[in-house]
């Protein structure tokens, strides 16, 4: 065999071998993948999430996909001739906005669960309707009243468990209910962030459009790799975080507090980036670290 060919074959058994003690670690362990942004959107990132986290499953993990649709609820409120319309990150969900939702997030659902199927996993597609999985409150935004708006206050997570003893990918969407059985909306970030909780994942990442969490957006220089609670609630204080990524750097906190071991904010425009996160030494985007741990395990 040539020498070049030779070369990349050793290459290829060093990245197989690399993964070999995260295998082991994650096997049989709970990873909540929170899916939205523009890893949704575009149909080549959609396959390589859909292939990263088939694989993840395929090695022996329990992957739980928690996605949004936040783009594609916009585009269809836009073609009944309504104005999205959203109050510190959320969406004013009135009862048509709610209807739309519920389709959208539906579809949005069965599509992944197609693709996922068509891997040679099985998939079952749910909303946190189903067995009781997201009750919700309503929630208030700074006081202001924004619809049907979720607030999970409770989470039973009998539902993927059966789910995931069975050897099923359970793929949520972000639809609950309150005590009088009314449906809600919730952020998919507050919802995959309830999950990860209730089943005290070992893993949680949510992919998003960014690269991770920046000290200042405008300077990309300035990436945090790893970021403490303590230092990431002081970022938020000095006001060094907003838009979308003050929920959900808040989420990450929430998390880290209540049982989830490892928290990570991932760049879904990168091709695989959770096979990459997961199964390299080099961790990619930011890791939300509790204030007890002083080194990372990829180092
Ligand atoms: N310090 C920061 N670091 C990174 N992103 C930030 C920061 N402050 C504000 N942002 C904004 O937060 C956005 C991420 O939130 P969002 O777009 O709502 O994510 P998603 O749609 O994936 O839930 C980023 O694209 C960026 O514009
Ligand atoms: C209450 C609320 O804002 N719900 C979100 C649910 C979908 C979502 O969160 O989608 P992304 O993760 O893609 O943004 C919405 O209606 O857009």
Not at 126 to 141: A, N, P, R
Not at 165 to 181: N, R, T, Y
Request: proline fraction near 3%; charged fraction near 30%; hydrophobic fraction near 40%.
């Amino acid at each position: 065999m040539e020498e070049k060919n030779m070369k990349e074959i050793m290459e290829k058994a060093e990245v197989l071998i690399e993964a070999l003690p995260y295998i082991q670690r994650f096997n049989r362990k709970i990873i909540v993948v929170k899916y939205g942004g523009s890893a949704m959107v575009d149909e080549e990132l959609k396959k390589n999430v859909i292939q990263d986290v088939t694989l993840l499953k395929l090695v022996g993990f329990k992957p739980i996909i928690v996605h949004g649709g936040g783009k594609e609820i916009s585009k269809w409120v836009g073609k009944v001739g309504m104005e999205p319309e959203f109050v510190n990150g959320l969406r004013k969900t009135d009862a048509a906005t709610m209807e739309i939702a519920e389709m959208v997030l539906g579809k949005v659902n069965k599509s992944l669960v197609q693709m996922v199927e068509s891997l040679g996993v099985n998939a079952i597609g749910i909303s946190g309707k189903d067995g009781g999985l997201l009750k919700v409150d309503k929630k208030l935004s700074n006081g202001q009243d924004i619809g049907f708006v979720g607030d999970v206050k409770e989470v039973n997570p009998k539902i993927l468990y059966d789910l995931l003893e069975k050897d099923f990918l359970p793929i949520v969407c972000p639809v609950g209910m309150d005590d009088e059985f009314n449906t809600y909306n919730i952020n998919a970030d507050d919802a995959a962030c309830a999950i990860a909780r209730a089943v005290k994942a070992e893993k949680l990442a949510f992919l998003t459009d960014i690269e991770g969490v920046y000290k200042d957006p405008e300077d990309k220089d300035t990436l945090i790799s790893e970021l403490p609670v303590s230092d990431a609630r002081k970022l938020i204080e000095d006001g060094y975080i907003g838009g979308g990524m003050l929920p959900k750097l808040n989420n990450c906190i929430d998390a880290i507090e209540n049982g989830v071991s490892r928290v990570h904010i991932l760049d879904g425009r990168i091709a695989h980036c959770l096979l990459l996160e997961i199964f390299t030494n080099r961790g990619i985007g930011t890791a939300i670290l509790g204030d007890k741990e002083t080194k990372f395990y990829h180092e």
